[in-house]
């Protein structure tokens, strides 16, 4: 079970990562539900002023992936 | 004897060639007909696992 | 249903099964659809339509082995085909791509003997693939060609199954020639070899026996140096080959076509998609067996033949759909709908959708929350555009599966509805939510309103976006006047659009001009002038010979070219680019070859035979040797066109005359598909094959009465020496590595300097950079009537371009310039991949940064690094992405 207070922001990019998210359903694996996906166009996209936002708002951690 | 041509295409078979040949044609100004005989398209391709070289999905 | 992503996903009714229609008993699944889409009255109907051109794609079937009583595929439960070991790996087959033995036994097995079967699965330590089944066989059954596609097939499956099993997973192929001659496909079985340690067995199988007890298969065979072994596997996999239905030769006798021996339609190499009736064209598995990109460019090239036969009546039958007038939402309060989809029991079988429904309605700005079953279905979407227009609604949110498939059929609602596409925000409550989730169908709840909650936020920002419109203008440069390059010209112009050929010799023709005969045995300088006699005298085509390309400019729709012909450099500007500048024989520098002039190459014989050299009528013995330059460390590709080119020239020699010994040193044939055919034919003509290793090559030392020629024989494993009056060396086609071209169209070579195509299977004929596009041996090595087929298919993926003129647009999500915040810097024009951004040159903001949306690929990189914050991403603009970030815990 998840713990409730854990809260991990992944920001995941729209052609690799977001689609292997996808993939990750479609093969009906099982993970955790901590994560909440915000889709970015391309990890270049990603700011450090998102990452430090994300903290302040209570994330356990940031996970940025493309 | 020459007939008056008509703008449109019958595409025989419903996998990866015959979609393919449908859209290129729709997308150049063609009516297209798709006849398919099973009940969805995709044809044999869409039951890969994965495809050479590049062990992509087939999907 | 045949699998779980069939499209469209519905559920059929096989007619000949079902209860109701046979008996008129059950009913069941009429009561319990909440569609109401089950009705039993649907019958048969017989539709007439006209048509201008038929294409015929029916595709093949596996060949069913059953039949093989060596092989007992239909005893042994743990003999499977290639098709079913296929779904066996697959994350949505009935194994959930768990490789186990007894595959094919139900999950949760009910009868008794299937149970006592399940109790013995067990997770397979080693497997065997045998090549060959239902392929290059004429005795056990009616198959004399190779089917292309089950080599490359094998070595991949026994790849993934070392993926899904682990790697020490032993995975053997039995085969007889490993026919790998695609483009990246030999390094692809090099790596199998020696990186994933695959065991590849060069023979034939002669029987499998099973131990009754646990299932394991005992396999007999003699291996290389002609012992007999005998191996037990745990599973084996037959690679079936590809077969034409009986329905599909139905299907050819009532159209009234040509078939060939193997059962395809018969095609001419000059025209590779047209069947023997006019107006009826093929492609696919059905125009010989080939492999998914090879079906690609048929698709393609089959759409242009048919296309170019109907040019004069093109767009007299499509309808326009007319778009509705976009209502100016800027400065309006948010008023957000949010649509909760349950996709049947996919997301609504986990998540509480009422409940989320419910949450959904109650966040701000939102003015009406709708459950939906299927919210891509037809109706949903109607009552979507309804529901918009009722209540007013600016911003839109779905929360269904990915948009990475959907979003666009959302957006074409929000279109139709007067909304503005980029006022649309989908999050994805299945594949990353319910699908992944589903033992936990709380947290899963809660996580579901996490996500509606940022969406809304994002969407409440979100703002109408414009997309810039594209003019495309209506000509084309072709780069190469080869075979690939003048069928490309040849089709477009016959669409109506100027065409330039660039041509850098002084005649069209290209290497085709060295070839005697096709595969297929047509004269290729009788077809090949008729070609140049029809782009001579088509006055849309432009041919600018002894011409050179010295820059090109701009981008989709806007190029301009500098074309330099006699020291004279001339601009000419074309909306697309076709590039077909083909490869050329390699000069070997191994077997003697330019030491004595009894030592030529292909090509060479090619002349040879062509002014019917008398040279040739004294040959008493020829040898040719093959892979001379390729499947080598330093060009590790095979050259695809070799194998069939020598066992046909080979044949000639044999047909010449009978008495001259002809000796092929080789180390796999690859005469693919139906060339298959050829090679038998040159073995019944007496020319003999010897098989060499790359690491024991032949040595030619060259005599004054003869080439004395040794090679180990790989039957006797012992030196044979052949003395030859002429040796043939089958050169490597080697690509012309043009790194000048390649940076002019920002288009990619590969390591051999092949053209790299947009994708491996299903973007052969186009580049990634959009409006280029590529053809014939430029791309890879390839025989006369693959290189007609790619110019084919890139003047027909050229053509739904030009096609477009006024209706090609940029996407809206791109970046954009706050120039009163632009420092001018700099950053953004030198860390942009795509030149997109520079500095304005004149106005009043000259000297800021401006982006051009045309080239803008919308990837952020610029708004990242922009130290002023003046740069904006347009649908994924900071303050949206903070909205989200700011939404993740509900505001108590």
Partial sequence: MADDNIKIVSFLCNWCSYGAADLAGVSRMEYPADIRVIRIPCSGRMSPKFILSAFREGADAVWVSG | MESKKTGSVVVIGGGISGMLSALDLANSGFYVYLVEKGPSIGGVMAQLDKTFPTNDCAM | MEYPQAVPLKYAINPDVCLKLTKDKCGTCEEVCPADAIDYTMTEEMLTVAAGSIILAPGFKPFDPSRFDN?????????????????????????????????KLPANPKKKKDKLLAQKRKDPKKIAWFQCVGSRDINKCDNAYCSSVCCMYAVKEAIIAKEHAGSDLDCSIFFMDMRTPGKEFEKYYENAKHKHGINFIRSRVHSVTEDPETGDLSVRYVDELGQIITETYDMIVLSVGLEISEETRDLAGKLDID?????????????????????IYVSGVFNNPKDIPESVLDASAAASAAGDALADVRNTLTKETLPVEETNVVGDRPSIGVFICDCGSNIAGVVDCPSVTEYAANLPYVTVAEETT????????????????????????????TPKTHEPLFQETLKNSGLNKYLFEMTNIRNHNSWVHKNNPDIATDKAKDLVRMAVAKAALAQPLKEEKINVNPSVMVVGGGLAGMTAARSLASQGYETHIIEKKECLGGEALKLWKTAQGEDVQKELDALIQDIASNDKIIVHTNTTLEGVDGFVGNFTSQLKTDGKTTPLEHGVAVLATGAKALEPDEYSFGRDDRIIRTLDLDKMFKESDPKLDTVKSAVFIQCVGSRE?????????????SVDNAIALKEKNPETDVFILYRDIRTYGERELLYKKAREKGVIFIRFDVENKPEVVVEKDHLKITVIDHVLNLPVTIYADLLTLAAALVPRKDERLANFFKVPLNDEGFFVEKHAK???????????????????????????????????RALTLLAKKDSLFTSGNVASVDVQKCSACGVCISICPYNSPSFLAEGRFAGKADVNAVLCKGCGLCVASCRSGAIHLRGFDTNQILSQIFALDEVS
């Fill in chain 3, 71 to 103: 092989y007992q595929y239909a005893n042994f439960p743990n003999v499977v085909t290639s098709m079913e070991f296929e779904r066996i790996l697959s994350a949505t087959g009935p194994t959930m791509g768990h490789v186990t033995t007894f595959p």
């Fill in chain 3, 259 to 279: 078939l060939t021996e193997g059962g395809f339609a018969r095609t001419a190499s000059f025209e590779p998609v047209a069947t023997s009736r006019d107006g």
């Fill in chain 3, 374 to 401: 299927y919210a891509c279905s037809q109706d949903a979407q109607d009552k979507m555009v309804e529901i918009i227009k009722e209540k007013g609604l600016n911003r839109i949110v779905v929360a269904a599966c």
């Fill in chain 3, 633 to 645: 460390p330093q060009r590790p590709y095979c050259s695809r066109v070799c194998c069939t080119h």
């Fill in chain 3, 762 to 796: 299903l973007g052969p004929a186009e580049f990634a950079t959009d409006g280029v596009f590529i053809a014939g041996s430029a791309h890879y090595p390839k025989p006369v009537n693959e290189a007609i087929t790619q110019g084919r298919a890139a003047a027909s």
